[in-house]
């Protein structure tokens, strides 16, 4: 009997627990269910549709405009075979992949799953037709396609491009928007009424274009499942000057602005928003001529490193307007993450380079005595005349390093006579800035017949390898090693780049990491 019951309490408290378990999960399933319905909830409130604003406007199409405000919105409307991620890493687009068939040509394979927003498919052709555009149009996309001589089009989805001689990593340059043959078949290109509505393959389209805006709509037959936009609308305000634009940003009237205005607080304020500061594709850098007798010496060049303070230029020279640089790529390339920006600056150090090579300081400058003969460390700093900002950044320099007993002469030449003594290699040390292409190809530094006269067979190694792989685990290595070389032997000293600024309404939401090639990278999430 006593059995029997034990089993009936112990058969009773099994039900019981079930019945507190069936209650808990109906419970969780409750709350989950409410949960849902108040996303739902906020979500049909948020407001899906921002503004932005062009200035200027001459023509929405991208290949034919000169307009920044244009070129960096219709990248919402226009693809390119390769994309760049935000760190500036090379991704498939249209194209969805790419092999480099000989130092020569290129294979592209397109996506077969692409139309344009008239329904239209993305053939080889358009490919073949906006190259042959970019060739014998005046666009700021000719750079990208100056070495190619032709294109071969294998298929309907696969084109041969073919060069005229080896172009590193030419993949970067395939970074232009394509545009649809079928659409311009018939027209010139040039002055088709069609310009006003081009069509593209993007995440939007173009709906409605009025004198004073243009309409952008969700491309609802986006080929990019996996960026399902947020937004539905994007109103493109049109205005007549960059000082309107501005007004109506600082009023609310567009949600972001891009800009390398140095002084855009003066104009947007500094309220309502959040500014995003990011460094510009302008490197400005020292580069010593090392065929000259006292630049060929390690000590000396790295003297001169340790003795000037970057951001002393950038406070006194710059008025704080560009961001210090320790590389070429120090913009936030994805082969030179987590890498020192400091300046260097190291007095200390400095003196003890030479001191230990033999320099002795006296009478204000560094001097050392070699075969009963004497000499000082004065150098010639070539900066461009023109060029005042510039002028200022090697009158600071001068000041600096004539502070530590290294003389130097400012030489300030005409842009024909800079342009000659650089081509020529005739100079010291040269004050130089160059626009930085998106590839991270290095021959301007490193390659043969470099500005620097700098000849290192490692590293020529070390380029031949970068050009001829695919592996990013060999790209990281080698890109590593390229570093740790640059900051080693100092043919170089980069300077700082200019400074680009991302300012957007505090009411936009959503994940913004903008660059200076994409503002818009995360837009499918954004919402107000």
């Known amino acids: 009997m006593k059995s029997n019951w034990i089993k009936y309490v112990f058969v009773i408290f099994i039900i019981l627990i079930l019945i507190i378990a069936i209650y808990i999960i109906r419970q969780d399933e409750e709350v989950k269910r409410q949960e849902e319905e108040y996303t739902a909830s906020n979500q049909d409130d948020r407001v899906k549709e921002i503004k932005l604003g062009i200035a200027e406007l001459d023509t929405i199409n991208p290949i034919l405009s000169k307009n920044k405000n244009v070129q960096n919105i219709t990248k919402l409307i226009y693809e390119p075979l390769v994309n760049l991620t935000s760190d500036y890493k090379a991704e498939a687009c249209l194209a969805k992949e790419w092999a480099k068939e000989s130092g020569n040509s290129y294979l592209i394979k397109l996506r077969e799953n692409v139309r344009w927003s008239d329904g239209q498919a993305f053939t080889a052709e358009d490919v073949k037709f906006t190259i042959d555009r970019l060739k014998d149009t005046d666009t700021i996309y000719s750079a990208n ?26 993949e970067y340059n ?22 006003a509505t081009p069509i593209g393959t993007g995440m939007f389209k ?3 274009v009025q004198s004073s805006y243009i309409t952008l709509s969700k491309n609802k037959s986006y080929w990019n499942k996996e960026k399902d936009s947020v937004l539905e609308t994007i109103t493109v305000n049109l205005y007549s000057s960059i000082g309107e634009l501005y007004n109506s940003f600082k009023v609310g009237g567009i949600d972001l602005i891009a800009t390398d205005n140095e002084n855009i607080q003066d104009y947007i304020g500094t309220i309502g928003y959040t500014p995003r500061e990011i460094k510009g594709r ?24 340790y003795s000037i303070d970057k951001d002393n230029i950038n406070s006194n020279a710059l008025n704080n307007k560009c961001i210090a640089s320790s590389f070429p790529l120090d913009y936030g390339n994805w082969l030179y993450q987590n ?9 200390e150090q400095a003196n003890k ?31 461009r005349a023109s060029d005042g900002t510039k002028v200022a950044v090697a009158q600071n320099i001068e000041t600096q390093l004539e502070s530590q ?3 130097i002469n400012i030489i300030q030449a005409s842009d024909d006579q800079y342009n000659d003594a650089i081509n020529d290699r005739n100079y010291d040390i040269a004050l130089c800035s160059m626009t930085l292409s998106p590839s991270p190809n290095l021959d301007t530094f490193f390659g043969t017949n470099n500005i620097a006269n700098y000849t290192n067979e490692e590293v020529m190694n070390l380029l031949s ?40 309404s505090s009411s936009l939401v959503g994940d913004i990491t903008p660059n200076w090639f994409y503002q818009f990278y995360g837009i499918e999430g954004w919402y107000k």
Do not use: C
């Open 145 to 170: 396609v100056q070495n190619v001589v032709g294109v071969d089009i294998i298929d309907d989805y696969t084109v041969r491009i073919n060069l005229d001689g080896e172009v590193p990593f030419f």
């Open 174 to 195: 395939l970074t232009f928007p394509i545009l649809s043959s079928v659409y311009y078949q018939g027209e010139d290109f040039a002055t088709s009424s069609k310009n």
């Open 206 to 208: 173009i709906t409605d």
């Open 282 to 305: 302008e490197h400005t850098f020292l580069a010593f001529n090392m065929s000259n007798n006292l630049l060929s010496r390690i000590e000396v060049r790295k003297a001169i490193s």
């Open 339 to 347: 890498q020192d920006t400091s300046s260097g600056y190291n007095i």
């Open 353 to 383: 380079e030479l001191a230990d090579a033999g320099w002795v300081y006296r009478s204000g400058s560094w001097q050392k005595t070699e075969n009963r003969r004497t000499q000082r460390i004065e150098l010639d700093l070539l900066v």
């Open 405 to 407: 007993g290294i003389l």
């Open 465 to 504: 390898e970068t050009k001829n792989t695919t592996d990013e685990n060999v790209l990281l290595q080698d890109y590593q090693r390229l570093i740790e070389i640059y900051k080693a032997e100092i043919p170089y000293i980069s300077l700082y780049n200019n400074k680009y600024t991302i300012a957007y």
